[in-house]
């Protein structure tokens, strides 16, 4: 199979994700920052990412790219990109894989970018390790990239260091990067949250745009439910490591069926920007769970089919 192939076939998922666990072995002891994931990603579509702070979003992602830093790892599953299993690749097969196949863009672009480098060294640079391109035919295509972003004046902007853009236009390069080896798969992780509300909404319908036209499927990590309402097809509600429920979009929004859920859609801010209350992990939300006094088995409930395409992980609320 080729490596650059685009995910054409889209009724089946470019990337499915089994029983992934990530765990940090720290002094202190296990942090279980991903527990039994399963999700699928699929050409053209987006499934969003949901939680608060510290659920397990940002190591989830890391964790499908081989890039959990330590003293994380991935304790187990499995993550097949069309069928080819990720956790087995050899690191350097795994590296092309990166970019080539599957591509991420930050929160901050400034993470992405290399400030003493300019914008055109960056783009061609990516464009030699995963397209063999150099010389003026990197530098061309880099152009194009950045026209494809919506980037005015490309060429003068390959000559730019990343301080002299604003916010929006650092971002749309970090975009272009991650475009450059024509990936499958994009994952972003709170891509919009650094920016003003109007810059927000034209990365969105770049991305969006970028999408449609290659076909790519979108993980799309956000706290900014508004933001996924608006983005997403699909969306999996994290806790504590764990896929509480999934579903489409609408159907999660209009009908949430774990308690967990319907405390996040409670907390919808009125204006953009962080929900109101917040829940830890190791903290106050299960005190709102009624199933809380019943005696139960250890471990977490299953995720089960509670309608087409709507999985719930909850104990019910009546014994
Ligand atoms: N380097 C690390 N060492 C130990 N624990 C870590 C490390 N990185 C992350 N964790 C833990 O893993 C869990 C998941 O973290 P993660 O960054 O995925 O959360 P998140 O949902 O992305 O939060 P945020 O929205 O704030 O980015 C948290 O409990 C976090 O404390």
Redesign the pocket.
């Known amino acids: 199979m080729s490596q650059t192939a685009p995910c054409l076939l889209s009724d089946q998922p470019c990337l499915q994700v089994r029983g992934l666990s990530t765990f940090?072995f720290?002094r202190g002891g296990i942090?279980k920052?991903v527990r039994e994931l399963d999700l699928d990603l699929w050409p053209g579509r987006t499934l969003a990412l949901v939680?608060e702070?510290?659920?397990?979003?940002?190591?989830?992602a890391l964790s499908l790219l081989r890039l959990v830093?330590a003293?994380?790892r991935i304790v187990s599953g499995s993550i097949r990109l069309d069928g080819e299993e990720l956790l087995q690749l050899p690191a350097q097969e795994m590296r092309r894989r990166r970019g080539n196949r599957i591509a991420m863009i930050f929160q901050d672009p400034m993470t992405a970018l290399n400030p003493v480098l300019t914008i055109g060294r960056q783009l061609t640079e990516g464009l030699e390790l995963h397209r063999g391109l150099s010389g003026r035919a990197a530098l061309l295509r880099a152009a194009e990239l950045l026209d494809q972003v919506g980037l005015a004046n490309p060429v003068q902007r390959l000559r730019d260091y990343p301080h002299q853009l604003s916010g929006g236009m650092r971002q749309r390069v970090v975009i272009a990067m991650a475009l450059a080896g024509k990936p499958q798969i994009l994952i972003a992780d709170e891509p919009t949250t650094a920016l003003d509300v109007t810059i927000q909404a034209q990365i969105m319908t770049l991305l969006g745009d970028l999408q449609r036209q290659q076909n790519m499927a979108l993980l799309l990590i956000s706290?900014d439910l508004g933001l996924v309402a608006q983005n997403a097809d699909e969306v999996a509600v994290m806790y504590d490591g764990l896929v509480v429920e999934q579903a489409p979009v609408t159907q999660l929004f209009d009908n949430p069926l774990h308690p967990y859920s319907r405390h996040l859609l409670n907390c919808i801010p009125r204006r953009a920007g962080q929900p109101t209350e917040t829940a830890s992990?190791t903290g106050p939300f299960w005190h709102h769970c009624p199933a809380r006094f019943r005696p139960r088995p250890t471990g977490p409930p299953p995720l089960q089919q509670t309608s087409a395409g709507h999985w719930l992980r909850c104990w019910p609320e009546t014994p």
Request: aromatic share 6%; hydrophobic share 20%; net charge positive.
């Open positions: 940090f720290t942090v920052a939680g702070s510290g659920c397990g979003k940002s190591i989830t830093p003293p994380g706290h992990p």
